[in-house]
């Protein structure tokens, strides 16, 4: 017979309900944003949709540049990007890959 | 019409389930509301079922197609809580899988769906945990984050107060709403509300930033934990999409797709720790959801949130209506990239689902094998290999190429697509001529860009990229010069030869001209920096190598010559400091002031204990006269010059006379601060008709230690003074001589002297000039010409009063020694206030007026009624006194006669110069006197002169005008003044604006002059207030004075024995308040003056 049958639906109440209180994580490490949001895709190859590459390939690295874009603001606003990293790493020339 | 809504109406009741509906489509359901739960528990049923199926199957894309259905699952079922309440819960039993074997009837299964219970009342409650207060909690359920209170041993606690442990933890922002509660152990339910992750992933990542919610709950801290997992991957560009089915039990030939966002590149270490920390809490609206799947889908509901929120700022194009060929199914895609749905051919769709997901698996599938990119420092003929290696497939990395033959079948799966996307992104990896897959030869300039371009790119792609270290920062470039002594040679001092070597630095780096010509050719100029590769500019290249070429010649250089190269003073390409290294006299004295500057003790018989700064300002000196070089002290004014140098002059007593030139209104303090701190030392006053001339003044030099004389005197004696060989000359305030064409500093310049001390609290009042009079005089020659050093020390600042303050950093410890109260180790030293006592001189027209007034009350007989005799000297004693502060304050008091002011009074003389120096610090300064017309004179006579509007507050101003003086200056920024009368701005007022005070006369009160001292110095003042008090030595100012210091009483002043008024004689008089002569500081011409008549007898 299993727990949950037993429990009639109740959670379990040990410690690993509710979690260790004095359980401190790791220090959220400082966000380091892609140079290059379109990268992972690009080196998946084309994807494979009936359409021309370029076609496919524009409307992902729009989404992944805004995706980027929204994550970046998000440890910004939480004091969670690496700036130092970030104002070092802004690629000087084209993508890799293109 | 249930059956008529019934396609329509099971998608409006999924749109609302993944909290996408509307308000009018939420109204459209709540009209049907049993058809909304039927179609729910439907719904509930048919995902279940699907995730039975999705169980049995095999391949690495199980775990997420699971993971989606859990999903889906519980969106549906937390909906049909939400909606029904808890008489319509379901609780799916995942044990099932578990291996538990068939499941019994009987127990709230349903009957024919294995997994599947719908949930009863909660039976036999467990025993809490006894520990903690409750926290705020979070939970899971199915794309939404579901906040209670709660924790062991505490109850759930209420709507209201989950409101407050809300605010606590900063998530109010969040529109949260009403959930029908979270099941707990022990059988309890918490109350809740609930809001899309989408809503409330800006404060859990806050929370896991540790800004706000310091005091939440395990499970909020998880969930937190993991949005700010989720924001890491998705702006490091680690996700890719999926194409689902969003209603899988739909058998017809159409079906709802959407696209999510799932996370790649997924780091296994970090998902297996947090699966093992997940606190039950976090699935407790879903507590089938084992650990491993809810983490996966939290991550994966998180990552697909951030995307979506990133795609709303897109205007994607609309998908087809229905999708039924592969391009209207691409396009269907594309167009929701963003999340949204859309309708296409079943099969189609399921077909396109996998194609893409065996397009993403090289990201999505945890295999542990990785690629290494490893670049190696360039060998000896520059070229830099690049190598591949694998993780993961052996104990230690290994080439690539190597792993693909050696490496059991699955790594060797595992490899090859992972090299396949190094080599899309890295197109380099596959040029002819590389020995093995995986390894090429790279030129200079291609490994620069792997460094600094293409490295991060690959590294965001999920590989680890190994290059040497580099620094993007630009290397300015440094002339260096070695010097060295030339030997068996006669001069010393600045005058000593050296034979000079130059190069050029970029940070350590030192290259000559050969180097520079090499690099200059290169491709791209790198060079190794501190263990770093950095990029060295063209552009300063060129200019590195101009600058050599043009000193190519210049290899002997004078000592004098070496140090105004390194403080940047003489011209050329790439002008500015050099540094200078090697050995000679400039050499061994600029290593000297590189070192930080000692304190010196005082020394013995020194009466007084220095501050720190003035210490630091002793050791400078001696450092000067051990360098055989003049300085100019610039300590701020009230920081305590005088002291420091007669400590100076008291440690070096018996190297020869020193003379000390100052304006006379600080003659006496300079007399009486010898005699203070410095009572061993034989103190002279050169001044006054009966002051010695030629051999007396030789012979009395010889056995004095200080002579101590003013401008105007040294300028008429200079011929008996330059025939005395001076060890030191010390010039007070300086600023004095900062014409060099001045009659004074010409002839200043004709004594001679071993060493020269400028002493000034404002060595830049106009400009660089000033500091270069200044340096010129105390070292002849040394500095260079004045246009170049105006124009060096300049060239890089902004503006003149940058300019001003980078000299004097760039000349401090060295030939200027400079301390300001601004500077905070200084204020920290500092009383509150200081009170300075400054001796001002009388103009041949207020010795005459003074006497003529004194005259007048003795000659003309006093009265014989003791109140009108006490009555008359009264008046005496104020006629006097405004004598003393100027001829026109008297004058103008009796008759209305006299305008101008300038040059008729010492006091004024001296005010002049306070003003000068408050203002060119930036700072206010109040003056107080307690004849008001004589205020408001002074204060039109400021505002003419220094071109700001100085006000005068009096009591015969309108109550509103003075609160506005008051406000005005309070508010003011910068330089400023403001004159008030004692008796009307003596007390109340708050003048914190200000930090110098000037009572331009005394009142026979001391609490008084405190009084309008304390309109500064008081709750509000940040900085130190230096308090300045005119007295003309020798008459009834100074006798008020002693009134003031306690050293008599006022009685003793007019009556000096056990008497009334009336029994005064009028020697008796007269020597109470006449002049004497021993003590009287005439006026003379200062050094403006000189340096005006210079120019009217050019004229």
Redesign the interface.
Same mark, same amino acid.
């Given at each position: 017979?299993?727990?949950?049958?037993r429990?009639?639906?109740?959670?379990?109440?040990?410690?690993?309900?509710?979690?260790?209180?004095d359980?401190e994580?790791a220090?959220?490490?400082k966000?380091?944003?892609?140079?290059?949001?379109?990268?992972?895709?690009?080196?998946?190859?084309n994807?494979?949709?009936?359409?021309s590459p370029a076609?496919?390939r524009r409307?992902?690295d729009?989404?992944?540049?805004?995706?980027?874009?929204?994550?970046?603001a998000?440890?910004a606003?939480?004091?969670?990007l690496d700036t130092e990293y970030w104002e070092?790493?802004v690629?000087?020339?084209p993508?890799?890959?293109e | 019409m249930f059956e008529a809504l019934s396609l329509d109406f099971e998608a409006l009741v999924a749109t609302d389930a993944a909290g996408e509906a509307t308000s009018a489509e939420v109204a459209r359901l709540e009209a049907h509301h049993e058809a909304w739960i039927a179609t729910l528990r439907r719904l509930a049923v048919d995902t279940n079922e699907a995730l039975l199926r999705a169980r049995r199957l095999t391949g690495p894309e199980r775990d997420q197609v699971v993971a989606d259905l859990i999903d889906e699952r519980e969106r549906v079922s937390t909906a049909l809580h939400r909606i029904g309440g808890d008489d319509y819960?379901i609780?799916f039993?995942d044990?099932?899988f578990?291996g538990?074997g068939p499941?019994q009837d009987g127990?709230?299964r349903h009957p024919d769906k294995p997994g599947l219970?719908l +949930?009863?009342a909660?039976?036999?409650?467990?025993?809490? *945990?006894a520990?903690?207060p409750p926290?705020l909690q979070a939970s899971w359920a199915a794309g939404r984050v579901v906040l209670w209170g709660g924790?062991?041993g505490a109850a759930p606690v209420s709507a209201e107060a989950l409101v407050e442990l809300i605010d606590d933890a900063g998530a109010k922002p969040v529109r949260w709403e009403l959930h029908g509660g979270v099941?707990?152990?022990?059988?309890a339910r918490a109350d809740a509300v609930t809001a899309p992750a989408g809503q409330a *992933?800006?404060w859990l990542?806050?929370v896991?930033?540790?800004?706000v919610g310091h005091d939440v709950?395990?499970?909020t801290?998880?969930l937190a934990?993991m949005a700010?997992w989720a924001?890491?991957?998705?702006?490091?560009?680690?996700?890719?999409?999926r194409l689902r089915r969003t209603r899988s039990r739909e058998n017809g030939p159409t079906g709802s797709f959407s696209v999510r966002?799932v996370p +790649?590149?997924v780091d296994g270490d970090r998902m297996a720790s947090v699966i093992a920390?997940?606190?039950?809490?976090v699935s407790?609206c879903s507590?089938?959801q084992p650990a491993d799947g809810m983490s996966r889908a939290v991550l994966a509901g998180m990552v697909d949130a951030?995307?979506r929120?990133? +795609?709303t700022?897109?205007v994607?194009p609309a998908a087809p209506p229905s999708a039924k060929?592969?391009?209207d199914? +691409?396009?269907g895609?594309?167009a929701a990239?963003?999340g949204a749905r859309f309708d296409a051919a079943v099969a189609l769709g399921e077909d396109?689902a996998g194609?893409?997901d065996?397009?993403?698996r090289?990201?999505t599938a945890e295999t542990g094998v990785g690629l290494v990119v490893r670049l190696a420092p360039p060998d000896r003929e520059g070229v830099w290999l690049l190598s591949v290696l694998a993780s993961g497939v052996e104990s230690s990395l290994v080439p690539v190429e190597v792993a693909m033959v050696t490496a059991g079948r699955a790594k060797r799966i595992a490899v090859e697509p992972q090299l396949?996307?190094?080599e899309?992104?890295?197109?380099i990896l596959g040029r002819p001529g590389g020995q093995r897959r995986g390894e090429v030869a790279l030129s200079t300039d291609e490994a620069w860009?792997l460094m600094?371009?293409?490295g991060?790119?690959?590294e965001?792609?999920?590989f680890d990229v190994q290059v040497p270290p580099l620094s993007?920062r630009r290397p300015s470039p440094a002339l260096r010069m070695f010097a060295d002594a030339v030997p068996h040679q006669t001069a010393v001092g600045a005058q000593q030869l050296c034979q000079v070597r130059w190069s050029v630095v970029f940070d350590d780096v030192e290259l000559n001209a050969a180097d520079i010509a090499k690099l200059a050719a290169e491709a791209r100029p790198l060079v190794k920096s501190r263990g770093r590769w950095i990029e060295l500019d063209r552009a300063d290249l060129q200019e590195a190598a101009a600058a050599l070429a043009e000193r190519a010649t210049n290899t002997q250089l004078s000592g004098a010559a070496v140090l105004r190269h390194a403080l940047g003073l003489e011209s050329g390409v790439m002008g500015g400091p050099v540094t200078v290294e090697g050995s000679g006299w400039a050499a061994d004295l600029l290593r000297a002031t590189a070192q930080p500057l000692l304190p010196a003790e005082e020394p013995a018989g020194f009466r007084g204990k220095l501050r720190e700064y003035q210490a630091q300002s002793l050791g400078w000196l001696s450092f000067l006269d051990s360098a055989g070089l003049g300085g100019c002290l610039a300590l701020d004014m009230g920081l305590g010059k005088t002291p420091t140098v007669l400590a100076h002059l008291l440690a070096n007593r018996g190297d020869g006379p020193a003379l000390v030139i100052t304006p006379p209104a600080v003659l006496g303090n300079w007399a009486a601060e010898a005699a203070r701190f410095a009572p061993a030392l034989e103190v002279v006053i050169h001044h006054g008709p009966g002051r010695a001339e030629g051999e007396a003044l030789a012979k009395l030099v010889s056995r004095t230690d200080v002579l101590l004389t003013t401008y105007g005197t040294a300028v008429r004696d200079v011929d008996d003074l330059a025939a005395i060989d001076w060890t030191r000359t010390i010039v007070d305030e300086a600023q004095t001589i900062k014409n060099p064409s001045s009659d004074a500093a010409q002839c200043l310049r004709r004594i001679p002297s071993r060493s020269r001390l400028a002493l000034t609290g404002t060595p830049i009042e106009n400009g660089l000039g000033d500091l270069w009079a200044i340096l010129d005089y105390a070292n002849p020659g040394l500095v260079g010409a004045r246009p170049a050093f105006v124009s060096h020390l300049s060239r890089t600042s902004n503006g003149p009063e940058a300019a001003g303050e980078d000299a004097l950093r760039a000349l401090n410890g060295l030939l200027v020694f400079r301390r300001t109260k601004a500077e905070p180790a200084i204020a920290a030293e500092l009383p509150d206030k200081i009170d300075q006592l400054d001796h001002c001189s009388l103009t041949q027209e207020q010795i005459g007026l003074y006497q003529a007034v004194l005259d007048r009350l003795l000659n003309e007989g006093l009265d014989e009624d003791p109140n009108a005799r006490k009555g008359q000297i009264l008046a005496a004693i104020t006629a006097l006194k405004q004598i003393c502060n100027h001829p026109n304050a008297y004058l103008n008091a009796e008759s209305g006669e006299g305008t101008v002011l300038d040059g008729r009074s010492g006091k004024l003389t001296r005010l002049d110069e306070i003003v000068d120096a408050v203002f060119a610090a930036g700072e206010r300064v109040l003056i107080f006197t307690h004849f008001a017309r004589w205020g408001e004179q002074l204060a039109g006579y400021l505002t003419n002169r220094t071109g700001r509007r100085v006000a005068c507050y009096h009591g015969g101003l309108a109550a509103g005008v003075r609160d506005r003086l008051v406000r005005e200056f309070q508010e003011g920024k910068g330089a400023g003044a403001l004159v008030l009368s004692l008796k009307a701005g003596g007390a109340g007022l708050n003048l914190t604006a200000a930090n110098h005070v000037v009572l331009f006369d005394r009142w026979w009160n001391p609490a008084t002059e405190d009084q309008a001292r304390d309109r500064s110095w008081r709750i509000g003042q940040t900085r130190t207030v230096v308090s300045h008090r005119l007295v003309c030595p020798g008459t009834v100012d100074e006798r008020v004075e002693e009134v003031v210091a306690g050293k008599r009483q006022i009685a003793d002043l007019v009556l000096p024995k056990q008497s009334t008024l009336a029994d005064l004689a009028p020697d008796q008089l007269r020597a109470a308040l006449g002049l004497r002569t021993d003590a009287l500081v005439e006026d003379e011409p200062t050094g403006a003056e000189v340096a005006g008549r210079d120019e009217e007898d050019a004229a």
């Open positions: 017979m299993s727990r949950r049958r429990t009639n639906g109740v959670p379990p109440a040990d410690g690993r309900f509710w979690g260790r209180e359980h994580p220090p959220a490490s966000i380091r944003p892609t140079p290059d949001p379109g990268a992972m895709h690009r080196s998946l190859g994807p494979p949709l009936a359409v076609t496919a409307h992902l729009a989404v992944y540049e805004e995706a980027v874009r929204a994550a970046t998000l440890a606003a939480n004091g969670l070092e790493n690629p000087a020339g993508a890799p890959g | 819960a609780e039993d044990d099932v578990d538990d499941h127990d709230g219970r +949930a009863e909660a039976g036999d409650a467990e025993e809490l *945990l520990t903690g926290t924790g062991p099941p707990l152990p022990g059988g *992933l800006g990542v806050g896991g930033s540790g800004q709950g395990p499970s801290r998880w934990d700010t924001t890491e991957l998705v702006a490091e560009g680690r996700m890719v999409p966002w +790649a590149l920390r997940m606190p039950g809490a407790a507590s089938s951030i995307c929120e990133g +795609a700022r897109l994607l060929t592969p391009v199914l +691409a396009e895609v594309l990239l963003g396109l194609r893409i065996r397009w993403t090289p990201v396949t996307r190094l899309r992104l890295y197109p860009t600094s371009v293409t991060p790119v690959l965001a792609a999920g993007r």
